[in-house]
């Protein structure tokens, strides 16, 4: 989590281009995904277990769990300022966001030039 954090820190710098900025964004999406998918998965496995001689192990995996979930919940709050702030830099640059049609949800998919 500590190391994401300062790529998803990197993408907040003004001095660097808002495109390779936009790169750090998405670099730390995919590496939170796959943190989730591997690291919180096997956590969980093992705060779920019900082998009695899991116990420390099984105390310890909960209380990572829920720091994992806090350092989340603030890197979140921290990631959706920065995409707000690398969407503005774009539309400064004459880039904005187009949803895609078959895809409502999606804001990020694609970009037109003006």
């Known amino acids: 989590m500590c190391f994401n954090h300062r790529i998803l820190q990197e993408s907040e710098k003004n001095d660097i281009p808002v495109l390779e900025r936009m790169s750090f964004l998405g670099i730390y999406s995919n590496n939170l995904d796959e943190f989730f998918r591997v690291r919180v998965t096997t956590l969980n496995r093992m705060a779920q277990s019900k082998d009695k001689n899991l116990k420390e192990d099984r105390e310890r995996a909960k209380n ?3 720091e994992i ?3 989340n919940n603030n890197y979140n ?3 959706e300022k920065a995409v707000d702030d690398v969407a503005r830099e774009l539309e400064r640059n004459g880039i904005f966001q187009s949803p895609i049609p078959s895809h409502p ?3 990020w998919k ?3 030039m003006k």
């Open 69 to 71: 979930s806090r350092l």
């Open 64 to 66: 990572t769990i829920k």
């Open 77 to 79: 709050k921290e990631f």
């Open 110 to 112: 694609r970009c037109m």
């Open 105 to 107: 949800a999606s804001t």
